[in-house]
Protein backbone atom coordinates (compact mmCIF):
# COMPACT_ATOMS: atom_id res chain seq x y z
CA UNK A 1 0.00 0.00 0.00
CA UNK A 2 1.05 3.74 -0.48
CA UNK A 3 1.16 5.91 2.07
CA UNK A 4 -1.49 8.49 2.28
CA UNK A 5 -0.39 11.35 5.10
CA UNK A 6 -2.05 14.11 3.59
CA UNK A 7 -1.07 17.84 3.32
CA UNK A 8 -0.18 19.46 6.70
CA UNK A 9 -0.77 16.34 8.50
CA UNK A 10 1.17 13.94 10.03
CA UNK A 11 1.86 10.15 9.11
CA UNK A 12 3.85 6.95 10.43
CA UNK A 13 3.88 5.86 7.66
CA UNK A 14 6.82 5.66 5.02
CA UNK A 15 6.05 3.70 2.21
CA UNK A 16 5.32 0.13 2.02
CA UNK A 17 3.13 0.54 4.37
CA UNK A 18 5.84 0.33 7.10
CA UNK A 19 5.60 2.00 9.98
CA UNK A 20 8.27 4.50 10.91
CA UNK A 21 9.02 6.48 14.48
CA UNK A 22 9.02 10.07 12.83
CA UNK A 23 7.09 12.33 11.85
CA UNK A 24 6.09 12.75 8.10
CA UNK A 25 4.42 15.84 6.30
CA UNK A 26 3.77 15.00 2.72
CA UNK A 27 3.12 18.38 1.38
CA UNK A 28 0.35 17.21 -1.46
CA UNK A 29 -0.83 20.87 -2.38
CA UNK A 30 -2.40 20.52 -5.93
CA UNK A 31 -0.14 23.83 -6.63
CA UNK A 32 3.04 21.86 -5.65
CA UNK A 33 1.90 18.49 -7.30
CA UNK A 34 1.52 20.43 -10.49
CA UNK A 35 5.05 21.98 -10.55
CA UNK A 36 6.41 18.66 -9.00
CA UNK A 37 4.89 16.61 -12.48
CA UNK A 38 7.10 19.75 -14.38
CA UNK A 39 9.87 18.88 -12.80
CA UNK A 40 9.66 15.10 -13.41
CA UNK A 41 9.02 15.76 -16.89
CA UNK A 42 12.46 14.98 -18.77
CA UNK A 43 11.69 17.67 -21.31
CA UNK A 44 12.21 20.32 -18.71
CA UNK A 45 15.54 22.09 -19.20
CA UNK A 46 17.34 23.69 -16.41
CA UNK A 47 16.29 27.04 -16.28
CA UNK A 48 12.30 25.76 -15.55
CA UNK A 49 13.73 23.86 -13.51
CA UNK A 50 15.67 25.67 -11.21
CA UNK A 51 12.72 28.12 -11.06
CA UNK A 52 10.03 25.43 -10.60
CA UNK A 53 12.57 23.67 -7.15
CA UNK A 54 12.52 27.04 -6.23
CA UNK A 55 8.81 27.58 -6.20
CA UNK A 56 8.11 24.10 -4.57
CA UNK A 57 10.24 24.56 -2.09
CA UNK A 58 9.21 27.64 -1.22
CA UNK A 59 5.24 25.97 -1.22
CA UNK A 60 6.90 23.23 1.09
CA UNK A 61 8.28 25.61 3.58
CA UNK A 62 5.11 26.61 3.86
CA UNK A 63 3.45 23.39 5.42
CA UNK A 64 7.24 22.69 7.03
CA UNK A 65 7.53 26.30 9.16
CA UNK A 66 3.47 26.04 10.51
CA UNK A 67 4.62 25.55 13.58
CA UNK A 68 6.79 28.58 13.60
CA UNK A 69 6.38 30.40 17.16
CA UNK A 70 4.17 33.59 17.21
CA UNK A 71 3.93 36.53 19.92
CA UNK A 72 1.47 39.76 19.99
CA UNK A 73 2.22 43.08 19.49
CA UNK A 74 0.04 46.00 18.16
CA UNK A 75 0.29 47.85 15.19
CA UNK A 76 -1.34 50.74 14.03
CA UNK A 77 -3.66 50.80 10.67
CA UNK A 78 -4.58 53.77 8.94
CA UNK A 79 -7.77 53.24 10.82
CA UNK A 80 -7.14 52.28 14.17
CA UNK A 81 -4.58 49.88 16.60
CA UNK A 82 -5.02 46.31 15.75
CA UNK A 83 -3.63 43.07 17.80
CA UNK A 84 -0.69 41.20 15.41
CA UNK A 85 1.29 38.62 15.52
CA UNK A 86 4.91 38.38 14.90
CA UNK A 87 7.33 35.69 14.54
CA UNK A 88 8.92 35.48 17.78
CA UNK A 89 11.23 32.40 19.22
CA UNK A 90 14.65 31.24 17.64
CA UNK A 91 16.12 32.96 14.32
CA UNK A 92 15.94 30.36 11.35
CA UNK A 93 18.73 28.68 9.59
CA UNK A 94 18.57 27.33 6.09
CA UNK A 95 21.10 24.61 5.32
CA UNK A 96 21.50 23.19 2.00
CA UNK A 97 23.16 20.05 0.75
CA UNK A 98 25.46 20.96 -1.96
CA UNK A 99 24.72 20.81 -4.57
CA UNK A 100 20.73 20.78 -5.31
CA UNK A 101 20.21 22.22 -2.08
CA UNK A 102 20.81 25.99 -3.12
CA UNK A 103 17.85 25.72 -5.13
CA UNK A 104 15.92 25.25 -2.34
CA UNK A 105 17.38 28.36 -0.23
CA UNK A 106 16.73 30.51 -3.19
CA UNK A 107 13.11 30.18 -2.90
CA UNK A 108 12.98 29.45 0.81
CA UNK A 109 14.52 32.99 1.37
CA UNK A 110 12.05 34.49 -0.47
CA UNK A 111 9.88 33.86 2.30
CA UNK A 112 12.34 34.46 5.40
CA UNK A 113 14.56 36.90 3.95
CA UNK A 114 16.56 36.80 7.27
CA UNK A 115 17.64 33.34 7.86
CA UNK A 116 21.32 32.81 8.03
CA UNK A 117 21.97 30.34 5.59
CA UNK A 118 24.57 27.34 5.84
CA UNK A 119 26.47 24.83 3.70
CA UNK A 120 26.91 21.17 3.32
CA UNK A 121 29.54 19.48 0.42
CA UNK A 122 28.40 16.39 0.08
CA UNK A 123 28.65 13.97 -3.17
CA UNK A 124 27.09 10.36 -3.63
CA UNK A 125 30.47 7.71 -4.45
CA UNK A 126 28.85 5.99 -7.41
CA UNK A 127 30.53 3.02 -6.65
CA UNK A 128 29.24 2.66 -2.65
CA UNK A 129 26.76 5.44 -3.03
CA UNK A 130 28.18 6.75 0.40
CA UNK A 131 28.36 10.17 0.73
CA UNK A 132 31.48 12.05 0.90
CA UNK A 133 32.04 15.18 2.73
CA UNK A 134 34.03 18.02 1.67
CA UNK A 135 32.92 21.18 2.57
CA UNK A 136 30.82 22.76 5.84
CA UNK A 137 30.20 26.39 6.51
CA UNK A 138 27.09 26.65 9.23
CA UNK A 139 26.46 29.73 11.18
CA UNK A 140 27.97 29.85 14.49
CA UNK A 141 25.04 30.51 16.38
CA UNK A 142 23.39 27.18 14.81
CA UNK A 143 22.36 25.31 18.23
CA UNK A 144 20.44 28.58 18.93
CA UNK A 145 18.51 28.40 15.92
CA UNK A 146 15.52 26.29 14.37
CA UNK A 147 17.18 24.47 10.90
CA UNK A 148 15.64 23.49 7.87
CA UNK A 149 18.13 20.98 6.28
CA UNK A 150 17.56 21.37 2.35
CA UNK A 151 17.68 18.60 -0.32
CA UNK A 152 15.23 18.12 -3.06
CA UNK A 153 16.34 14.18 -3.31
CA UNK A 154 15.97 11.72 -0.29
CA UNK A 155 17.27 8.30 -1.99
CA UNK A 156 19.29 5.97 0.46
CA UNK A 157 19.13 8.43 2.72
CA UNK A 158 23.30 8.44 3.58
CA UNK A 159 23.72 12.02 2.79
CA UNK A 160 21.06 13.66 4.68
CA UNK A 161 21.68 11.18 7.45
CA UNK A 162 25.93 12.39 7.33
CA UNK A 163 24.47 16.33 6.88
CA UNK A 164 22.10 15.69 10.10
CA UNK A 165 24.82 14.42 12.26
CA UNK A 166 26.99 16.86 11.24
CA UNK A 167 24.68 19.27 12.55
CA UNK A 168 23.61 17.63 15.48
CA UNK A 169 27.62 17.25 16.52
CA UNK A 170 27.79 21.61 16.38
CA UNK A 171 24.81 21.95 18.81
CA UNK A 172 21.77 21.71 15.95
CA UNK A 173 18.26 20.20 17.73
CA UNK A 174 14.94 19.80 16.25
CA UNK A 175 16.05 20.38 12.57
CA UNK A 176 13.96 19.32 9.62
CA UNK A 177 14.90 17.55 6.60
CA UNK A 178 12.95 19.29 3.34
CA UNK A 179 13.27 16.74 0.16
CA UNK A 180 10.86 17.07 -2.58
CA UNK A 181 10.96 13.66 -3.23
CA UNK A 182 11.78 10.59 -0.86
CA UNK A 183 12.12 6.85 -1.92
CA UNK A 184 10.73 4.55 0.88
CA UNK A 185 14.07 3.73 1.81
CA UNK A 186 15.33 7.09 2.20
CA UNK A 187 12.61 7.61 4.97
CA UNK A 188 13.83 4.16 6.54
CA UNK A 189 17.74 5.45 7.12
CA UNK A 190 15.87 8.37 8.83
CA UNK A 191 14.17 6.97 10.87
CA UNK A 192 16.98 3.87 11.90
CA UNK A 193 19.54 6.98 12.28
CA UNK A 194 17.72 10.39 13.36
CA UNK A 195 14.02 9.24 14.58
CA UNK A 196 13.75 12.62 15.95
CA UNK A 197 13.69 14.17 12.65
CA UNK A 198 10.67 15.52 11.30
CA UNK A 199 10.65 15.27 7.47
CA UNK A 200 9.01 16.87 4.84
CA UNK A 201 8.45 16.01 1.69
CA UNK A 202 5.85 16.63 -1.94
CA UNK A 203 6.01 12.94 -2.43
CA UNK A 204 7.01 9.19 -1.85
CA UNK A 205 8.08 7.25 -4.66
CA UNK A 206 8.26 3.55 -5.40
CA UNK A 207 11.89 2.61 -4.88
CA UNK A 208 15.14 3.20 -6.10
CA UNK A 209 16.81 1.14 -8.91
CA UNK A 210 20.31 -0.65 -8.71
CA UNK A 211 22.18 3.17 -9.37
CA UNK A 212 20.48 4.49 -6.25
CA UNK A 213 18.20 6.80 -8.31
CA UNK A 214 14.39 7.26 -7.23
CA UNK A 215 12.06 5.68 -9.41
CA UNK A 216 10.06 6.96 -11.11
CA UNK A 217 11.97 10.20 -9.38
CA UNK A 218 13.25 13.47 -11.77
CA UNK A 219 16.74 11.79 -12.69
CA UNK A 220 19.87 13.67 -11.40
CA UNK A 221 18.72 16.68 -9.48
CA UNK A 222 22.06 18.65 -9.30
CA UNK A 223 22.91 16.91 -13.50
CA UNK A 224 19.42 19.25 -14.08
CA UNK A 225 19.61 22.24 -12.24
CA UNK A 226 23.43 23.09 -13.43
CA UNK A 227 22.58 21.20 -17.02
CA UNK A 228 25.89 19.09 -15.94
CA UNK A 229 24.97 16.51 -17.94
C1 LIG B 1 22.24 13.96 -4.80
C2 LIG B 1 21.14 14.67 -4.04
C3 LIG B 1 21.43 14.25 -2.62
C4 LIG B 1 21.94 12.85 -2.77
C5 LIG B 1 20.84 11.91 -2.41
O1 LIG B 1 23.43 14.66 -4.71
O2 LIG B 1 21.12 16.05 -4.22
O3 LIG B 1 22.39 15.06 -1.97
O4 LIG B 1 22.29 12.70 -4.16
O5 LIG B 1 21.26 10.62 -2.41
P1 LIG B 1 21.31 9.73 -1.10
O6 LIG B 1 20.03 9.92 -0.36
O7 LIG B 1 21.44 8.34 -1.64
O8 LIG B 1 22.51 10.12 -0.28
P2 LIG B 1 24.77 14.17 -5.45
O9 LIG B 1 25.51 13.21 -4.58
O10 LIG B 1 24.43 13.72 -6.83
O11 LIG B 1 25.65 15.49 -5.47
P3 LIG B 1 25.45 16.83 -6.34
O12 LIG B 1 24.19 17.49 -5.84
O13 LIG B 1 26.66 17.62 -6.02
O14 LIG B 1 25.34 16.42 -7.77
N1 LIG C 1 20.31 11.87 -6.33
C1 LIG C 1 19.58 12.43 -7.32
O1 LIG C 1 19.85 13.58 -7.72
N2 LIG C 1 18.58 11.74 -7.86
C2 LIG C 1 18.25 10.50 -7.43
O2 LIG C 1 17.29 9.90 -7.96
C3 LIG C 1 19.01 9.92 -6.41
C4 LIG C 1 20.03 10.63 -5.86
Known amino acids: PRPSPSSGTS ?41 LAEEVAMLMAYEAMRDLELEETTVETPIAPARVKVLSGKKLALVAILRAGLVMVEGILKLVPHARVGHIGLYRDPESLNPVQYYIKLPPDI ?18 SLALSLLKERGATGVKLMAILAAPEGLERIAKDHPDTEVVVAAIDER ?15 DRIYGTK
Open 208 to 222: LNDHGYIVPGLGDAG
Open 143 to 160: AERRAFLLDPMLATGGSA
Open 11 to 51: SPEGGRGRLLPMRITLVDHPLVQHKLAHLRDKRTGPKDFRE
